[in-house]
């Protein structure tokens, strides 16, 4: 009979640990949806390295309140990923790039599964949020570029051409010159995004988010799984 008291002691053990849990998960608030959650980007993200698939991380600006009472302090950390990369061509299509978050980790391990999309950014490097996806656009060439460019070769088209033929030459050098400055700029590629840690990002849940299991206990729960692209 005494062999049995170990046995009967452990399982008690884990019973009150998973009833410990489960009031723990209950007794966290529910966010619900269409929560705006202000994020600063931690990882880099461009339209030039990353794929769809690729995670990135962050941290809440702010904290996020649901029932009364503050669900999660502001520095938790964000788990996301691209959902989406068009990479910049030289002529019509710019760098665009989608995000969508994953999950909220906070300090002490609590964490909510969540999905949500990104709603607006800001930064200083001209990409703005173009549709109700989120989906990040990135400012395309240079405009002011283009037209110094375009600009430059008109002037020495036109300067070779006076040296060429006179007042003509000038004429014809300039219209050459500016069609020369033109395939230039159209032979250059669009910018490609570049997101840089700092960044702000605000994403906005499509779905109430529950709080799941301690990460604490098991940390791969919420992990985003990338696709298997060695096929």
Same mark, same amino acid.
Request: proline residues 5%.
């Given at each position: 009979?005494?062999?049995?008291?170990?046995?009967?002691?452990?399982? $008690?053990?884990?019973?009150?640990?998973?009833?410990?849990?489960?009031?723990?998960?209950?007794?966290? &608030?529910?966010?619900?949806?269409?929560?705006?959650?202000?994020?600063?980007?931690?990882?880099?993200?461009?339209?030039?390295?990353?794929?769809?698939?690729?995670?990135?991380?962050?941290?809440?600006?702010?904290?996020?309140?649901?029932?009364?009472?503050?669900?999660?302090?502001?520095? $938790?950390?964000?788990? *996301?990923?691209?959902?989406?990369?068009?990479?910049?061509?030289?002529?019509?299509?710019?760098?665009?790039?989608?995000?969508?978050?994953?999950?909220?980790?906070?300090?002490?391990?609590?964490?909510?599964?969540?999905?949500?999309?990104?709603?607006? #950014? !800001?930064?200083?490097?001209?990409?703005?949020?173009?549709?109700?996806?989120?989906?990040?656009?990135?400012?395309? #060439?240079?405009?002011?570029?283009?037209?110094?460019?375009?600009?430059?070769?008109?002037?020495?088209?036109?300067?070779?051409?006076?040296?060429?033929?006179? *007042?003509?030459?000038?004429?014809?050098?300039?219209?050459?010159?500016?069609?020369?400055?033109?395939?230039?700029?159209?032979?250059? #590629?669009?910018?490609?995004?570049?997101?840089? &840690?700092?960044?702000?990002?605000?994403?906005?849940?499509?779905?109430?988010?529950?709080? *799941?299991? !301690?990460?604490?206990?098991?940390?791969?729960?919420?992990?985003?799984?990338? &696709?298997?692209?060695? !096929?």
């Amino acid at each position: 009979m005494n062999r049995f008291i170990p046995a009967l002691a452990a399982c $008690s053990a884990a019973l009150a640990m998973l009833a410990g849990q489960a009031l723990a998960t209950d007794a966290a &608030p529910v966010i619900p949806a269409g929560t705006h959650i202000n994020v600063r980007l931690t990882t880099t993200l461009s339209t030039r390295a990353n794929q769809v698939g690729d995670p990135f991380t962050g941290q809440t600006e702010d904290p996020i309140f649901a029932g009364g009472q503050e669900a999660v302090p502001s520095g $938790s950390t964000i788990e *996301g990923h691209v959902a989406y990369v068009q990479q910049p061509t030289r002529a019509k299509k710019v760098a665009e790039m989608r995000l969508v978050i994953d999950g909220i980790t906070t300090s002490d391990g609590k964490h909510y599964v969540v999905a949500g999309g990104l709603q607006d #950014k !800001n930064g200083v490097d001209g990409s703005s949020a173009k549709d109700s996806e989120g989906t990040l656009q990135g400012q395309g #060439k240079d405009k002011k570029q283009a037209a110094k460019d375009a600009g430059i070769g008109t002037a020495v088209g036109a300067g070779v051409g006076v040296l060429a033929a006179g *007042g003509t030459g000038a004429m014809y050098g300039a219209a050459a010159g500016a069609l020369i400055g033109a395939l230039h700029v159209l032979g250059k #590629k669009h910018k490609d995004l570049v997101l840089h &840690p700092g960044t702000e990002l605000s994403f906005v849940l499509d779905r109430a988010a529950k709080p *799941g299991p !301690n990460t604490s206990k098991d940390s791969s729960v919420f992990m985003y799984h990338q &696709p298997d692209r060695s !096929n």
